[in-house]
């Protein structure tokens, strides 16, 4: 199994930053996809950003596309998800998953581990 740890969280204003890093141990981590997924109160999980093995192609999902990017480092075994011009909608507890298959995937229940999650709070 890949254990997966987030950090990076907090609260933060609107239009601001924050950097979520997510490090994985107990086995390879190259071979894995990896995703980013969040849950907001009163709300489904759902994908923010996935990226393959190789780190092309990516995936964002629409709310996010142009203020977020997704990247990973096979050498440091991290991926990580920089959040630009945050917004009070982005509040959420936010998850990197891992899928142990090569190609990118925005489907939930094609990622076997998961972290425990770091909370994001956006002010307005």
């Known amino acids: 199994q890949v254990q997966l740890v987030e950090s990076g969280g907090g609260l933060v204003q609107a239009g601001g930053s924050l950097r979520l890093s997510c490090a994985a141990s107990g086995r390879p981590f190259s071979p894995y996809a990896m995703g980013w997924f969040r849950q907001a109160p009163g709300k489904e999980r759902e994908v923010v950003a996935a990226i393959s093995r190789g780190g092309i192609p990516r995936y964002y999902v629409d709310s996010v596309k142009g203020r977020v990017t997704i990247s990973r480092d096979n050498a440091k075994n991290t991926v990580t998800l920089q959040m630009d011009s945050l917004k009070p909608e982005d509040t959420a507890v936010y998850y990197c998953?891992?899928?142990?298959?090569?190609?990118?995937?925005?489907?939930?229940?094609?990622?076997?581990?998961w972290g425990q999650g770091t909370q994001v709070t956006v002010s307005s």
């Open positions: 998953a891992a899928r142990d298959v090569s190609t990118t995937s925005a489907v939930e229940n094609e990622y076997a581990f």
